[in-house]
């Protein structure tokens, strides 16, 4: 099971004057979507790059809260990778009180995988049989792109700059020929991906909250 969150608050999405000056709600300059649009994505392509795996359908519920507002501010999406493999994402810009966080867990058959962005040092790995590992940065045990993209002696910590940073040397690698990691950086496969996913995630909420499914478009 996956299970994936990005949540923040935008405060003046409820003040009915203030909600007419924010870009995001706005149609003609942000599209079809705000909340899925502008932060779900970075949970759907997450939640890719994390399993290896495309997700195969999936089903909406969009919250535009106001009557006045058009446009989804909160939603939850469950996604299916396969038959068996199946996962919950939720996004919000009214998550008053929380600040721009993503938290994701991985369940298995034989254990489990838990992270933060408010603690992004911190990768959890979870057992039945065995006390709670947790995996940091900066150790001889990550692997060799996490290596590569450690800049700093483990204990020190990094931040979302130094993540936007190894996603820049990535392509700057790429684009003077030389050796780049798979999965170093998005890809344009992935920006189109994302922007189906907007699509697919309108459709579900329009049509009823129905499956509909990303293969094969």
Same mark, same amino acid.
């Given at each position: ?95 008053? #009180? ?5 938290? $994701?867990?991985?369940?298995? /058959?034989? +254990? ?5 962005? @408010? *603690? ?73 991906? #994302? ?5 697919? $995630?309108?459709?579900?909420? /329009?049509? +009823? ?5 990303? @293969? *094969?478009?």
């Amino acid at each position: 099971m996956f299970n994936i969150t990005k949540a923040g608050s935008i405060l003046v999405i409820h003040d009915p004057e203030m909600r007419k000056t924010v870009w995001r709600l706005d149609p003609k300059k942000a599209g079809i979507s705000s909340c899925m649009g502008d932060i779900g994505t970075h949970a759907f392509q997450m939640a890719e790059y994390l399993t290896g795996m495309e997700i195969k359908s999936l089903l909406s519920d969009l919250n535009n809260l106001y009557e006045d507002n058009t446009l989804d501010i909160d939603g939850t999406v469950l996604i299916r990778f396969s038959d068996k493999f199946k996962g919950v994402l939720r996004a919000s810009q009214i998550a008053t #009180g929380d600040e721009n966080n993503i938290t $994701v867990a991985i369940y298995g /058959k034989k +254990g489990a995988f838990r992270w933060e962005q @408010e *603690n992004p040092n911190y990768l959890y790995h979870l057992k039945d049989d065995e006390p709670r590992r947790v995996i940091k940065p900066g150790n001889a045990y990550v692997s060799e792109i996490g290596a590569d993209g450690t800049k700093l002696p483990g204990g020190h910590p990094e931040g979302i700059f130094d993540a936007m940073g190894n996603i820049y040397k990535g392509v700057a690698k790429a684009i003077r020929g030389e050796d780049f990691y798979d999965g170093e950086f998005p890809t344009m496969k992935d920006g189109v991906r #994302g922007m189906l996913f907007i699509e697919k $995630v309108v459709e579900s909420n /329009k049509n +009823g909250n129905v499956w509909v499914s990303m @293969e *094969n478009q």
